[in-house]
């Protein structure tokens, strides 16, 4: 299926590696040239080689820690022309009240919760400027699914949810698309990590972790493409009355709670 998106400008913030190299690679696929942003320069210049060797498109990007002071404006500087907007950086750690303290808490909405909302507050007046543009925002289902043992993760999504609804209930007048994409668990280094720490929690053994993907639909989380490949969709005119909802990807793990 041809999207549309060939020659678009795309900017996904962290970017390498997991869903967000996914989503790199799905926008690839469909031709659209991007701006990877992240921390780590080296894992973006592999990426960056590998997909211009395999799609032919052109890859741009900028390593760079994302809370730093100053950081925000460079990223918009270099995103004036830009037509999607995929914030994706930021991993709020796993733990219950009591071992995520202030400080762990703050590191990991700093990064996530506010980073999405200064960048999206930074870009969302340049695409209003051209009439056009798609914000997506990567956020996770934990903002429906309290956990007590996640409990930053899914007080952050939760908070992050409501602003991409806000936000995209009001955007089509500017004609601007926002929306939210919730994956649930994904095979990538960090659901390894967080089921780790739950087997350790719960059967005191971390090598244990396994035993948990038996109570995931289908016995395992979802591929990293398995959320990836939506984005471009979502992103091209296919999909151009949405805006302002959040998109559930997790195998149907929110919609089986019952009473």
Avoid at 14 to 33: D, R
Wanted: hydrophobic content about 45%.
């Amino acid at each position: 299926m041809d999207l549309g998106l060939r020659g678009k400008r795309v900017l996904i913030t962290g970017a390498s590696q997991g869903i967000g190299e996914g989503i790199a690679e799905a926008f690839a696929e469909e031709g659209a040239s991007l701006l990877l942003v992240a921390r780590s320069g080296d894992k973006l210049d592999a990426i960056a080689s590998r997909l211009r060797a395999a799609h032919g498109v052109t890859v741009d990007t900028l390593a760079i820690d994302l809370t730093a002071t100053g950081s925000i404006d460079r990223v918009a500087a270099m995103a004036k022309d830009v037509d999607v907007l995929v914030n994706n950086a930021g991993a709020i750690p796993g733990g219950d009240l009591w071992t995520i303290d202030e400080a762990k808490w703050r590191a990991g909405w700093e990064l996530k919760v506010f980073g999405y909302i200064n960048l999206v507050r930074a870009v969302y007046p340049l695409m209003k400027a051209r009439g056009a543009g798609v914000i997506l925002n990567n956020i996770g289902n934990g903002g429906q699914n309290y956990d007590a043992e996640y409990v930053a993760g899914s007080t952050g999504n939760a908070a992050l949810m409501a602003f991409t609804c806000a936000i995209g209930g009001a955007s089509l007048a500017d004609g601007i698309r926002v929306i939210g994409v919730n994956p649930g668990p994904v095979a990538t280094e960090r659901i390894v990590k967080m089921l780790k720490g739950k087997a350790t929690t719960r059967f005191g053994n971390a090598s244990r972790y396994e035993e948990l993907l038996g109570t995931y639909p289908r016995g395992r989380a979802a591929t990293v493409h398995e959320v990836a490949d939506l984005f471009p969709f979502l992103a091209s005119e296919r999909s151009a009355y949405t805006s302002g909802t959040i998109i559930t990807v997790d195998g149907g793990i929110t919609s089986k709670r019952s009473v």
